[in-house]
């Protein structure tokens, strides 16, 4: 629907879109995770300034909250999305204004051209795909049974390393070592969830996260062409804007990592600055703005 809502929003014949959760079951055989909206559209004769938007309602008596309401011209959805033009969600009129506020002061980290403005020299990278490089992937009973031997979370054997294969749910904020593979109970497995390292754990820096799957030191230099890093700043793919956190960065090791873990990349001559950009999109404003893009469950690269 990008196109479509461009088109609506570029023409200004857009009236207003509520948007409701089937949360209240407003219809009671209908699933209740299911999103459905109210449209309204005038001519093409007809230009409507700024339409009126609500989202997250549940009841059709939450039409009449006005915290609820909220403009928004062409103009701001091209200052909040400049590249998409696509609708932000906002809960609240106090969140629209203070995110308008927040987009006057500070530019977006790429603004597509031309001419491209990318100020940090950004770049992303989805390095292994679970499911078509599974064949490069090797589990700790096969290498173990090839006479490979575990040193802290890597395997080594005459002079030859696979690295550990991180995803996702093995990082927080300002924690690589949030979750590991040592100990994941069958329960937990099958609710996709890893056992979490706890105080005492993480007070002991050489206790490493273990992960699933291992992948040659050769490999990963293939990926990783003109990249010679000691670390990357990674983020969680998987993720929503009802969650604690959205927006899920780390710092992490120069290992192999999964597409559920796309990486940040800075240009080598800003490499210095990479700290600042892991800080930044590690703190609660950029949280607070990133909820706003993300309308279901994937934190892609256009957000």
């Known amino acids: ?17 509520y948007s409701f959760e089937n ?10 995770a299911t999103k459905f909206c109210l449209l309204t559209l005038t001519g093409s004769s007809d230009h409507v300034a700024a339409a009126d ?26 200052l909040l999305n400049p590249n998409t033009r696509t609708c932000p969600v906002f809960r609240s009129k106090r969140d629209a204004e203070l995110t308008k506020a927040i987009y006057r002061r500070v530019p977006v980290l790429i603004t597509e051209g031309p001419p491209e403005e990318n100020p940090w020299g950004v ?9 078509n490089d599974s064949h490069l992937f090797c589990m700790r009973e096969q290498l173990e049974a090839e006479g490979w031997r575990l040193v802290g979370n890597r395997f080594v054997r005459d002079g030859e390393v696979f690295l550990p294969l991180y995803e996702g749910k093995m990082f927080h904020i300002f ?16 609710q996709g969830k890893l056992p979490e390292l706890d105080t005492g754990q993480h007070a002991d820096p050489f206790l ?41 960065f780390s710092v992490i090791p120069a290992v192999a990592v999964g597409n559920n873990a796309p990486l940040l990349l800075v240009a080598k001559d800003l490499n210095e600055k990479a700290p600042l950009l892991s800080a930044s999109v590690s703190s609660y404003v950029f949280d607070y703005v990133t909820r706003f893009g993300v309308g279901g469950t994937h934190l892609n690269f256009f957000i």
């Not at 924690?175 to 099958?190: K, L, M, P, S, V």
């Open 1 to 17: 629907t990008k196109f479509f809502f461009q088109d609506i929003n570029s023409t200004k014949t857009l009236a207003s879109l």
């Open 23 to 32: 949360e209240e079951l407003i219809f009671p055989d209908i699933h209740h």
């Open 53 to 78: 938007f609500v989202f997250f309602a549940r009841q059709v008596h939450h039409l009449r909250d006005d915290w609820r309401h909220f403009a928004l011209s062409a103009a701001d959805i091209a």
């Open 123 to 131: 770049s992303f990278l989805r390095m292994f795909d679970m499911s």
């Open 175 to 190: 924690d690589h070592r949030f979750g590991t593979y040592e100990g994941q109970t069958q329960a937990q497995a099958n």
């Open 208 to 248: 490493l996260a273990l992960p699933k799957y291992w992948v040659s030191t050769q490999h990963l230099s293939d990926r990783t062409a003109n990249q010679s890093r000691t670390w990357f700043i990674a983020f969680r793919d998987i993720t929503g804007a009802v969650v604690l956190r959205t927006a899920i």
